[in-house]
């Protein structure tokens, strides 16, 4: 956050003047956003595995609690992730998770270690030959206050076993996942996992709505209900949505920026926000593994998953940013969109728009360089979606 006692950065923080509405300009990127000095800590983009987790590297943070081999949080979150799922020491849960962790997901929630070694187990059978790749890792905290990541995997394999999914196809997939995760001596506390599930079961030529049926079947027995809650906190009555932003979850003008932009375009609807905060060249990188170019794609896949959802309501609920030996910084956002499937847009597989109240959870990766995005890699899972259609409609006819 901005220092109270720097009277200069107040004088040109957007808090200084109170809300306002939208600039025509779009938000304004700190001029000295980027003057951050260098940080010791491992990053990924540029190094291969062994890199990252290397031998005989000393330890480069204080790091409390942590296993000696651990030099530093990316190195930790790096390392432990490849050894549970590609080295298959599916034990390391026990030394890496605490016996009472909750893990957020997509399409439920688990509250014990326990089911996540069976839950590992059991995608292990499907993919034994997947690999997760490290594709960034952005975090803050410290031995203190315990750390946050935001973890990036490509993840690729081949469906050569029966399993979870059904009988094996052999075909391959790549996809994307994002796994935010809380930790406090060297143990994992509370995570978010967000999986392009629907890109696995696309890939491989599963049939992905029998597979949503079977889910949303079993959680229905469970007694689990899609509820409409009402209304969603982006109109309240018959206010507009509110001027400015809520930055307090900020630690820096760089992620003051970001929360700023996304809720003009998100809760605003000022599409042509994305126009001004994206480069020209900017690349994204987005569910079921799509790649464009340009910010004209950036407005269009926003603009269309608004479109599925039009009375969604956009609340970022983690930021994190570090900076990049690309240039510039990497941030990271976990974000809810709530509100009802009452529109065409970019979720497709849904079917025809039914008025059923969706929650979408997502993870946004945005490399920011000279003041403007560059790249986003933008992940949450359609298949969810799916479910949580398909257990409103039972819920109706029940």
Same mark, same amino acid.
């Given at each position: ?11 040109? &923080?957007?808090?200084? &003047? ?9 938000? =304004?990127?700190?001029?000295? %956003? ?31 609690? $942590? ?6 949080? @990316? ?51 499907? $993919? ?40 094996? =196809?052999?075909?391959?997939?790549? &996809? ?20 392009? =599930?629907? %890109? ?9 709505? %029998? ?90 896949? =926003?603009?269309?998953?608004?479109? &599925?959802?039009?009375?969604?309501? $956009?609340? %970022? ?48 990766? $945005?490399? @920011? ?30």
């Amino acid at each position: 956050m901005t220092d109270p006692e720097d009277d200069d950065a107040l004088l040109h &923080s957007p808090l200084a &003047s109170g809300p306002v509405p939208p600039s025509p300009e779009g938000p =304004t990127m700190p001029d000295d %956003a980027s003057r951050i000095s260098p940080d010791p800590v491992l990053q990924v983009e540029r190094r291969d595995y062994v890199q990252l987790a290397p031998e005989g590297r000393s330890r480069v943070q204080p790091m409390r609690g $942590f296993d000696p081999v651990y030099t530093d949080i @990316v190195d930790y979150i790096v390392r432990c992730t490849h050894r549970i799922w590609d080295e298959r020491d599916v034990g390391l849960i026990y030394t890496h998770y605490t016996h009472n962790c909750v893990v957020y997901g997509t399409m439920g929630t688990v509250y014990n270690r326990e089911d996540m070694v069976r839950d590992t187990i059991q995608r292990l059978v499907s $993919f034994p030959e997947r690999r997760g790749m490290a594709t960034q890792v952005i975090w803050n905290g410290d031995e203190n206050e315990g750390f946050y990541t935001s973890h990036l995997v490509t993840g690729s394999g081949r469906h050569t076993q029966d399993g979870h999914l059904g009988p094996a =196809t052999g075909r391959t997939f790549v &996809s994307r996942t994002v796994a935010d995760c809380m930790i406090v001596e060297n143990k994992i506390y509370r995570e978010w996992i967000v999986a392009d =599930t629907l %890109a696995i079961l696309l890939q491989l030529g599963v049939d992905h709505h %029998a597979y949503a049926d079977r889910i949303a079947q079993g959680l229905f027995a469970k007694g689990q209900m899609s509820l409409d809650i009402g209304e969603n906190r982006r109109l309240l009555g018959q206010y507009p949505p509110e001027a400015e932003a809520d930055t307090s979850i900020a630690h820096n003008e760089v992620e003051e920026w970001t929360l700023r932009w996304m809720h003009e375009v998100y809760n605003q609807r000022m599409f042509g926000t994305l126009s001004r905060v994206f480069a020209p060249n900017c690349q994204f990188h987005g569910p079921l593994m799509t790649e464009l170019y340009g910010q004209a794609a950036v407005i269009h896949q =926003t603009l269309a998953l608004i479109g &599925s959802v039009p009375d969604a309501g $956009f609340t %970022a609920q983690h930021i994190c940013s570090v900076p990049s030996e690309e240039g510039g910084h990497k941030v990271a956002v976990r974000w809810i969109l709530e509100g009802h499937h009452m529109g065409y847009g970019i979720l497709k597989h849904l079917g025809e728009p039914g008025g059923e109240r969706l929650q979408i959870m997502g993870i946004s990766h $945005f490399h @920011v360089k000279d003041g403007q995005v560059v790249d986003e890699w933008r992940v949450y899972d359609e298949l969810a979606l799916m479910v949580q259609v398909r257990l409103a409609r039972m819920q109706a006819g029940a």
